[in-house]
T-cell receptor, first 118, second 116 residues
Framework: EAGVAQSPRYKIIEKRQSVAFWCNPI?????LYWYQQILGQGPKLLIQ????????DSQLPKDRFSAERLKGVDSTLKIQPAKLEDSAVYLC????????????????FGEGSRLTVL | AQKITQTQPGMFVQEKEAVTLDCTYD???????LFWYKQPSSGEMIFLIY??????QNATEGRYSLNFQKARKSANLVISASQLGDSAMYFC?????????????FGKGTRLSVIA
């Protein structure tokens, strides 16, 4: 079974430029998450999708970040314009949504996209 | 308020020895799940072990076990017989409530270094 795919792995941009990250979750996983991981910290949720609908985007800085999940599969996270503090690893994760005792609901992560803003 | 606290920024362990990574959590919800993830230098977060708040026994997965002390709100990860490949960042995470797709909240992590 293929894992969560993310691209690009690395991106370096100047501040005020824009950048987009792409994520393809595990086949059949209805829930998709974007997390931001700043160096030395744990991942922090930016946005959660269930199929193609947004479940939680309360921590997404909407003045500069946007995300979409068209057709309930792939997702794109965009930053425009980028700030220095956006330098981080952007992790995409997916999970198999089933409310059963056996399903722990663990998240499956991609390798992340490392962004450096100069 | 910090929901997940990992007080050890870094730990060292000799190869083949056991090591305990600490995690305390804070929640008022009686239903929750606790997770441990490993993050090697490649960056991918790898799921290790899960403990549900109603589970009667401590979770075990191969060399990983979770020392769950509900009254103390702690969920320490124990790695037995450490290997060089265990060197990585380890994150404790929590999901509050029973809904399986509620996002996980992560701690700041502990960097484990295994010494030959």
């Amino acid at each position: 079974e293929a894992g969560v795919a993310q691209s690009p792995r690395y991106k370096i941009i100047e501040k005020r430029q824009s950048v987009a990250f792409w994520c393809n979750p595990i086949s059949g996983h209805a829930t998709l998450y974007w997390y931001q991981q700043i160096l030395g910290q744990g991942p922090k949720l930016l946005i959660q999708f269930q199929n193609n609908g947004v479940v939680d985007d309360s921590q997404l800085p909407k003045d500069r970040f946007s995300a979409e999940r068209l057709k309930g599969v792939d997702s794109t996270l965009k930053i425009q314009p980028a700030k220095l503090e956006d330098s981080a690893v952007y992790l995409c994760a997916s999970s198999y949504y089933r409310d059963t005792i056996r399903n722990t609901g663990e998240l499956f992560f991609g390798e992340g996209s490392r962004l450096t803003v100069l | 308020a910090q929901k997940i606290t990992q007080t050890q920024p870094g730990m060292f362990v000799q190869e083949k020895e056991a090591v305990t990574l600490d995690c305390t959590y804070d929640t008022s919800d009686p239903s929750y799940g606790l997770f441990w993830y490993k993050q090697p230098s490649s960056g991918e977060m790898i799921f290790l072990i899960y403990q549900g708040s109603y589970d009667q026994q401590n979770a075990t997965e191969g060399r990983y076990s979770l020392n769950f002390q509900k009254a103390r709100k702690s969920a320490n990860l124990v790695i037995s017989a450490s290997q060089l490949g265990d060197s990585a960042m380890y994150f404790c995470a929590m999901r509050e409530g029973l809904v399986r797709n509620t996002p996980l909240v992560f701690g700041k992590g502990t960097r484990l270094s295994v010494i030959a």
